[in-house]
């Protein structure tokens, strides 16, 4: 009979600590969500920079033959050594006179070589406007930045 | 034997327990948190906010206590069309769970047409606009709320024209004539006082380049040169005003206007235009405004609105970098 109870009384005392061990799990970030935020604040840092520096404008009138050496190199030399990722440039135009429908008239890329599917990636997305005289002349751009690391592993 | 199993089935009980906690954090991971619907509202709308300079023609740049407007005077663009294509391309680009509007002051829906200057830098209550405050931009307006503000900051200017200045100020024995008006090529009618009165003066630097590369600056004085010698000039009286002489046009006048009483008039006032007031010239303007701290920000009297449709949830603030 004592046994019975010590060992409800040790399976009781395990239980708990395995509970609280899973709730300590819950509610304290995560090895894994940190990696995510810094992946995601690179491709965002990354996105800004090459704003800043005029990456965006520069490659509106490139083909994608000529935007992509120039998309690796304004990438690489941004991300950190442990992480790669890939800028994505869709050029639109307006397909009317009002506006009202757009036209996908270019995709650039600078990549980088994503080496195992189950490496997390993060995206970074931005808007641009470039208004010209005319309706012809008006394009914008959706830039995507994914990043990622290149070990397929941590910080 | 009745203690084995009970102890058995406690010891399953808990696995299955652990189990539960441990496949309700894994999962935790796809549930929309409020925190990732904020971020995603904020996303989209500095998405939108930071493109409305640059579909107006205008440029803003923060340097730590300098702030940039670069502006172009006329815009060469339809700015009502562009803003309008803009809205359309972010409709088209947002997720349709997404709603975007604009609001003025009184919270009431407007479209993005209804966008309207001024460029408003605060906390100082400074207002960068044009004529009626239109994207029209026949003139550039800058007005101060009172003297004292105005006295704290030093402004720099520089304009390039698209037109010739009548005569090459960087060779002063060319720029002798008067015009039928009695002023010269490059005339200040009053002149900036250089704070003789003492403050409140604004400190400013100017400079305004034609499309051969000739530029005329202040303070300027060097030999052979159209001399300028001024750096500031009082908050009161008469404001200083700069006439500039375009050449082969009896009509078409650069003019500069800058301090004075600025109680009920601007602060600064630059215009190209013509005996009829139509502008006859295009203007870049580099406007920089230098304070002595780096907390401010420039803001558009407009609300833009990001609303979550399904978590019915939104961001709304004034359109501001």
């Known amino acids: 009979m004592k046994g019975f109870f010590f060992s409800i009384d040790a399976l009781i005392a395990v239980g708990v600590a395995l509970s609280f061990a899973a ?3 819950v509610s304290t970030p995560s090895l894994q969500q940190f990696n995510e935020y810094y992946l995601f604040r690179t491709a965002q840092s990354s996105l800004a920079v090459m704003d800043a520096d005029g990456t965006f404008s520069t490659v509106l009138n490139m083909t994608a033959f000529q935007a992509k050496p120039y998309l690796d190199i304004q990438l690489k030399q941004l991300l950190p050594p442990n992480v790669d990722g890939r800028v994505e440039v869709d050029v639109y135009s307006c397909s009317d006179s009002n506006c009202d429908n757009f036209t996908l008239n270019n995709r650039l890329f600078g990549q980088q070589v994503l080496s195992t599917t189950s490496n997390k990636v993060s995206v970074a997305q931005r808007v641009f406007a470039y208004p010209g005289s005319s309706w012809q002349n008006s394009y914008f751009e959706i830039v995507t930045i994914q990043t990622w690391f290149d070990n397929g592993g941590f910080a | 034997m009745k203690g084995v199993v009970f102890t058995l089935l406690t010891f399953m009980l808990f696995l299955f327990l652990f189990e539960l906690v441990a496949s309700l954090a894994r999962s935790g991971s796809s549930i929309i948190t409020p925190q990732e619907i904020n971020k995603r509202l904020v996303n989209v709308f500095s998405n939108i906010a930071e493109n409305i300079p640059s579909v107006v023609q205008v440029n803003i740049t923060k340097n730590q ?26 409709n088209f680009s947002t997720p349709s769970d997404l709603n975007i509007s604009f609001l003025n002051p ?5 479209p993005i047409t209804g966008l309207n200057p001024p460029f408003q830098i605060l906390p100082f209550n400074i207002n960068y606009t044009y004529p009626s405050n239109n994207w029209g931009k026949t003139q550039q ?39 039928s008006d009695g ?15 003492g403050p409140p003066c604004i400190n400013f630097t100017l400079s305004i380049t034609d499309n051969q590369g000739h530029t005329y600056s202040c303070p300027n004085s060097l030999p052979g040169t159209v001399p300028c010698p001024f750096n500031s000039t009082s908050l009161s009286g008469n404001a200083a005003t700069l006439q500039i002489a375009i050449l082969q046009s009896s009509v078409c006048k650069f003019k500069f206007t800058l301090g004075g009483n600025i109680a009920n008039a601007p602060l600064l006032q630059m215009r190209m235009l013509d005996n009829n007031n139509n502008t006859c010239g295009l203007v870049l303007s580099n406007t920089t405004f230098s304070f002595n701290t780096s907390s401010f920000y420039v803001s558009l009297p407009t609300y833009l609105r990001v609303l979550d449709l399904n978590s019915n949830t939104s961001k709304t603030d004034f359109i501001f970098k």
């Open chain 1, 23 to 25: 709730l300590i799990s």
């Open chain 2, 183 to 197: 002023s010269n090529e490059f005339s200040w009618n009053p002149q900036p006082d250089n704070c003789a009165g």
């Open chain 2, 65 to 90: 206590g300098n702030l940039t407007i670069s502006d172009v005077l006329p815009p060469t663009i339809n700015i009502s069309s562009s803003l309008q294509a803009f809205q359309n391309f972010i």
């Open chain 2, 141 to 179: 307006l800058v007005y101060c709320p009172n003297a004292s503000t105005c006295n704290n900051f030093s402004i720099h200017l520089n304009y390039i024209i698209n037109q010739t200045f009548q005569c090459n100020p960087q060779n002063a024995s060319n720029c002798t004539g008067v015009n």
């Open chain 2, 106 to 110: 009184s919270m009431q829906v407007v």
